[in-house]
């Protein structure tokens, strides 16, 4: 594995990227190019910063306040080997993982055996936000999400049931 991650930013401490405290990293790059996208500085796969996940995790574990991290972006999925060892290091501590994808769950799962990473980091994920920013379906009022064809998916019950099962807030 590639020990750097390209990231376009860090949150330390976040109230508005998941439930509770939330130390949120945004990956660098984003194959989605949706319209209307909130960050589209992140699109490039150039730019941003190399960060060293060893580092990430070592300046996650002195926020002792933390309930989780939130990997987002950009498209974290397409950076994850680097999440899922952060990840991995991360549900050790005691802490949740939520993941924001454009990818949705059933694109997740016909593909996880072909891309890098995309295996072991479902393993880790407790929250996926699932699928592609659609102006369209744009609801100010969603709690977490921006338009309303995407979910909070509970992705260890999804695991372990094989049904999509929905996160309740
Ligand atoms: S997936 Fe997210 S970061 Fe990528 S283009 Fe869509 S809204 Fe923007």
């Given at each position: 594995m590639e020990s750097k991650i390209r990231l376009s930013g860090i949150t330390r401490e976040s109230v508005v990227d998941g439930l509770g405290f939330r130390y949120v990293l945004y990956a660098q790059g984003c194959p989605h190019r949706c319209k209307g996208c909130h960050n589209p500085s992140t699109h490039s796969?150039?730019?941003?910063?190399l960060?060293?996940?060893e580092n990430i995790v070592y300046d996650i574990k002195k926020y002792t306040?933390?309930?989780?991290?939130?990997?987002?972006?950009g498209e974290c999925f397409e950076k994850a080997e680097q999440f899922a060892f952060i990840a991995?290091?991360?549900k050790a501590m005691g802490l949740n993982v939520w993941a924001y994808t454009g990818y949705t769950l059933e694109e997740i799962l016909l593909y996880q055996n072909d891309r890098s990473g995309w295996n072991d980091f479902i393993?880790?994920?407790?929250?996926l936000v699932d699928g592609r920013y659609?102006?369209?379906?744009k609801d100010l009022s969603l709690c977490f999400r921006g338009s309303t064809n995407q979910r909070l998916i509970d992705m260890q019950r999804t695991l372990h049931t094989g049904?999509?099962?929905l996160f309740q807030i």
């Amino acid at each position: 594995m590639e020990s750097k991650i390209r990231l376009s930013g860090i949150t330390r401490e976040s109230v508005v990227d998941g439930l509770g405290f939330r130390y949120v990293l945004y990956a660098q790059g984003c194959p989605h190019r949706c319209k209307g996208c909130h960050n589209p500085s992140t699109h490039s796969f150039e730019g941003g910063e190399l960060v060293d996940v060893e580092n990430i995790v070592y300046d996650i574990k002195k926020y002792t306040m933390l309930d989780g991290i939130t990997c987002s972006g950009g498209e974290c999925f397409e950076k994850a080997e680097q999440f899922a060892f952060i990840a991995k290091e991360v549900k050790a501590m005691g802490l949740n993982v939520w993941a924001y994808t454009g990818y949705t769950l059933e694109e997740i799962l016909l593909y996880q055996n072909d891309r890098s990473g995309w295996n072991d980091f479902i393993k880790y994920i407790d929250v996926l936000v699932d699928g592609r920013y659609q102006e369209d379906h744009k609801d100010l009022s969603l709690c977490f999400r921006g338009s309303t064809n995407q979910r909070l998916i509970d992705m260890q019950r999804t695991l372990h049931t094989g049904e999509i099962s929905l996160f309740q807030i």
